[in-house]
């Protein structure tokens, strides 16, 4: 055992006593005291974990480069004169970095930097301008991002069609360089304008065969884009490397040189001049000579608009992103404590690997949308995998512990097991992984999106917030007053009918430390409430109230606890507490919700799962029948925990033939797992039992497996074939996944694979939806050889979940004996709860235990994540009416009970991001048609919501062991 000096001076180096003093001192200070003041403390030593970022913010040495220019000073970094920029943007390069990104473009055939032809009187200059995020490569931007080239076209020459066609024939070139030999890539990609303030600009996609095909039409659609100065621009990702695959977008910009007049085809010329970097001095010598004076410097901020938009989705990270860029681009020097406030947040090292792991799944998904090129991916996925697992173990954030479970146990296995292209396995596996990628870029992307907000709310964010509340005051103050304008010129020299045009109106947004009302206490009504009542008051005028608020509330004991365990154990470096400290708080925060919390913070408790007073107790594993509150028949246990919720829901499925029931004798059960417990009827999980028997035993057993798969087959075949039965995906295992049409397609490779899935024990499941509800039928096989008792292909113990409607069913079923084998995965939580549950019939502290974890949104959370699964699902199978069900389902299925569970002030915080990606989906569903974009914005919501549950079910999981420990401590004593 540590010594007291040693512990005490453990304790005076992790300076954990100063910061209880300062939690505190916050505490009290306010004349509002929180009912549950467990979010606060979690957020207060939470936004001690992350250590500050170390970067340089001087600015560099640099030379200056001449122009013809008087305005605008331009220079490039003394240690290279190769990248000429803005003076102020080349003092901040860095060489190294814009040195490899050079070498890449310069090895590329797909990209030119510069070069200058003469052809038939008409002198062409091409030259790419770096802009973006990556111009600051390096120290100031560490996390590898997209490519962003203008692509410049100066024509020299008098008639403008004759620079147009030379334009479309550059283009066309481009194109027809960019092969799957050197790229990747969708094609070139011409904006069409909308011509009615009602419609939206759409996007054509050229490629090299359509390009070739219709030549003419190609030129039509590039003319028309030029005219209404829209974007032209090709996205391609070079193959991959050492480093991956490298994205590179390309916009194409026209500038039409005439003997007396200049004309730039693009919405914005000064963007090249304010924020690029140019590759060559000839580049920007023919820029500048001929465009700025047409196009001048801007003189307000650059990217307010993209910061503000940031901040109203309350996506810390992305907002504190463009607001680095926004002051790195200002010409006017940042005050130091500015950029390092900002850098604290963008050069974490923790949150540097997280967005680094982040960007490299997103271009994995960009990529998988134009190749199936496993062979290429599957390396980069092991990759991956082995550095999520390094962070999920590490104690660097206490985010990152909750999801190590789910995330070693259900998502890395899928992605580093993966089937090559030409197996036929391939294309039933490749749904399956596509979605564990969105799972981890969810869990992931929800680490890093916490840990920014956390350092943004610390000491070391408040310059960097002050900046941010600067931008949104001079928005709401700063409003253009609506003034006269003169008669806009069309492209043809005809003037255009003025429109009269609304005002824009202010952005509103909150800010990101705004309180929530829940978390808040008025003081003076709480008073007047403990004096009627005759407790004391929450109001914080004398020590003995704030004294007696920390003993009601537990915090001296969680504190004293969590604190003493980790100052003995002196396992840790005492800087690094912090991530160990929350990790172990967070079950006490639950607790606190779950046994202690008073008023609003539980919901309305669910009733205990009583016992039937029929029911015999002398051995629970006898199956018995019992006709209140409904006829069912089961084991003593499983009718035990059988509440009048289940009863109706098998009510439900009794009345609905027309997908109960199969060819073969069959019996089906309501199943009683975590989907049972938790869902609340709107997702209902049952088993149907085919049971085949044989006189003989040779071969018995190969022969049932083949009548089985037949019998699921048609059972599917059937159900796809119904107007009022939506059949969303069969999953064979845990790796196949097929779609109605794919079911239809490969009759005989589903028949295989369903055999192959029983022989090795693995579940089959079709998913449906029936009557707003999402169903889960499973088809277990019973095998009955030569008389001997039946034999269920399942290492599940049946008796204690499984629900029936008659005693006969349930003796006939319930006697099989499962098969002898390993689990094929550890449980999750949900399913460990289930058992718990199962076990506590008869021990009513563990089983209110349950109940209370019922009432704490997990069973709201849990019954969501199905039904995005099932609506995922849904947009990737089903093309033809898939949006018409999608916005009828989303809209029901996504609202107010999410929301109402999501407000709860131990939650608060995830409102943002949820409501954030839940918009995003609407604006996604207006569409007129089903696209990529459906999905993935699906699978992005459905991430969210994954985070904030794990991080919630761990929280309670923690709870519920400490209740259970408190309760064995007080039946021994």
């Excluded at 490039?76 to 190769?82: K, N, T």
């Excluded at 610390?458 to 709401?476: H, I, N, Y």
């Amino acid at each position: 055992m540590a010594s007291a000096s040693s512990v005490a001076a453990y304790i005076a180096a992790t300076e954990v006593q100063d910061e209880v003093q300062r939690f505190f001192a916050a505490l009290f200070a306010s004349t509002q005291l929180p009912p549950n003041p467990y979010p606060m403390l979690l957020d207060h030593f939470r936004r001690l974990e992350p250590s500050p970022a170390i970067v340089s913010t001087k600015r560099g040495p640099t030379t200056p480069v001449t122009t013809t220019s008087s305005s605008l000073s331009f220079a490039s970094p003394a240690s290279s004169g190769q990248f000429i920029a803005r003076a102020h943007v080349a003092a901040r390069l860095n060489v190294d970095a814009l040195g490899r990104i050079y070498a890449a473009l310069d090895a590329s055939r797909l990209v030119t930097l510069y070069k200058t032809t003469t052809d038939d009187a008409y002198t062409t200059t091409l030259f790419v301008v770096l802009v973006g995020r990556t111009v600051f490569s390096g120290p100031l931007q560490p996390v590898p991002t997209s490519l962003e080239l203008q692509q410049h076209v100066v024509i020299q020459g008098e008639k403008l069609e004759k620079a147009i066609a030379i334009f479309v024939a550059c283009l066309a070139k481009d194109v027809a360089m960019t092969t799957a030999d050197n790229a990747l890539t969708r094609g070139l990609v011409v904006t069409i304008p909308a011509y009615k303030s009602s419609d939206r600009a759409t996007e054509k996609v050229w490629t090299s065969e359509m390009v070739s095909a219709s030549r003419s039409a190609f030129s039509s659609a590039v003319k028309a884009a030029l005219i209404a100065r829209a974007r032209i621009y090709i996205c391609f990702y070079e193959l991959p490397n050492e480093r991956g695959y490298r994205r590179i977008t390309k916009d194409y910009i026209l500038h039409h040189d005439a003997t007396t007049t200049v004309r730039s085809f693009c919405q914005d010329a000064s963007i090249a001049l304010d924020q690029g970097v140019f590759f060559h001095p000839d580049a920007l010598r023919v820029y500048v000579a001929r465009l700025c004076n047409v196009y001048p410097e801007r003189p307000e901020p650059i990217r307010r608009d993209r910061i503000l938009l940031a901040h109203t989705k309350h996506n810390v990270l992305a907002c504190l992103q463009e607001l680095l860029l926004h002051v790195l681009w200002t010409p006017e020097a940042p005050a130091p404590h500015v950029l390092e406030s900002i850098l604290a947040v963008t050069c974490q090292p923790l949150l540097t690997q997280l967005c680094h792991i982040v960007e490299s799944v997103r271009r994995l998904l960009e990529v998988l949308t134009l190749t199936k090129a496993v062979q290429h991916l599957a390396p980069m996925l092991h990759d991956i995998a082995a550095s999520v697992k390094a962070l999920a173990t590490s104690r660097e954030s206490s985010f990152l512990p909750p999801l190590q479970a789910y995330l070693t146990e259900h998502v890395l296995p899928t992605l580093v097991d993966l089937p090559e292209v030409r197996d036929a396995a391939y294309s039933s596996a490749y749904p399956h992984w596509h979605s564990s990628l969105y799972s981890l870029l969810g869990l992931v992307d929800g680490v890093a999106s916490s840990l920014a907000r956390d350092i943004m709310l610390s000491e070391r964010g408040v310059d960097a917030l002050q900046l941010v509340d600067t931008l949104r005051t001079l928005s709401l103050s700063s409003l253009p007053a609506a003034a006269e304008k003169a008669a806009p010129t069309s492209f043809f020299g005809k003037k255009k009918k003025a429109a009269i045009r609304p005002a824009p109106s202010p952005i509103v947004v909150p800010s990101f430390g705004s309180p929530v009302d829940a978390l808040c206490v008025d003081v003076v009504t709480e008073t007047e409430t403990a004096l009627s009542q005759g407790r004391y008051p929450r109001a914080i005028a004398t020590h003995v109230t704030q004294l007696q608020y920390v003993v009601d509330t537990r915090l001296d004991a969680a504190l004293e606890t969590t604190l003493v365990s980790i100052m003995y154990e002196q396992t840790l470096a005492p800087r690094s507490i912090y991530p160990t400290l929350v990790q172990r708080l967070c079950p006490k925060g639950a607790y606190f919700v779950l046994f202690q919390a008073k008023g609003p913070e539980l919901p309305a408790a669910m009733p205990l799962f009583r016992i039937a007073p029929q029911l015999a107790t002398d051995d629970p594993m006898t199956v018995q029948f019992i006709d209140d509150p409904a006829p069912m028949a089961g084991t003593g246990v499983a009718l035990a925990l059988a509440p009048a919720l289940v009863a109706a829901t098998w009510a439900w499925l009794t009345t609905a033939p027309t997908f109960l029931g199969i060819e073969y004798t069959s019996t089906a059960a309501l199943q009683a797992d975590a989907t049972w417990l938790w869902s609340h009827g709107c997702v209902v999980s049952f088993i149907e039992h085919i049971v085949i028997e044989s006189v003989q035993s040779n071969n018995a057993s190969t022969k049932a497996i083949e009548l089985f798969s037949d019998a699921v087959l048609q059972d599917v075949l059937r159900l796809v074939a119904r107007s009022d039965v939506l059949v969303v995906a069969l999953a064979i295992g845990d790796s196949k996944i097929l779609g109605p049409k794919a079911v239809q397609s490969q009759r005989d490779l589903t028949r295989h694979w369903v055999e192959k899935a029983v022989r090795a024990l693995h579940p089959i499941e079709l998913s449906l939806l029936v009557d707003a509800r999402v169903v889960r039928k499973s088809y277990l096989l019973h095998v009955a050889k030569a008389a001997t008792p039946l034999q269920a292909y399942t290492t599940q113990p049946l008796a204690l979940s499984q629900v029936f409607t008659t005693l006969a069913d349930a003796q006939r079923v319930l006697n099989s004996t499962p098969r002898e084998s390993e689990p094929l995965r550890a449980p999750s939580r949900l399913e460990a709860w289930t058992a718990m549950y199962t076990a506590s019939a008869k021990a009513p502290t563990v089983a209110d235990c349950i109940r209370r974890c019922l009432c704490s949104s997990v069973a709201t959370f849990v019954a969501a994540e199905r039904r995005l699964e099932a609506l995922v699902a849904l947009a990737i199978y089903r093309t033809s009416d898939a949006l018409l069900h999608l916005r009828r389902l989303a809209s029901a299925w996504l609202g107010d009970d999410l929301g109402v569970a999501l407000s709860a002030p131990y939650l608060a915080t995830y409102v943002q991001p949820w409501a954030a990606a839940y918009e995003d989906l609407v604006s996604a569903l207006q569409a007129n048609e089903m696209s990529d974009d459906v999905v993935s914005r699906l699978q992005t919501l459905r991430g969210v919501l994954l985070f904030v549950s794990l991080q919630w079910q761990s929280a309670v999981d923690g709870a519920i062991t400490e209740a259970t420990a408190r309760s064995a401590s007080k039946i021994k004593s």
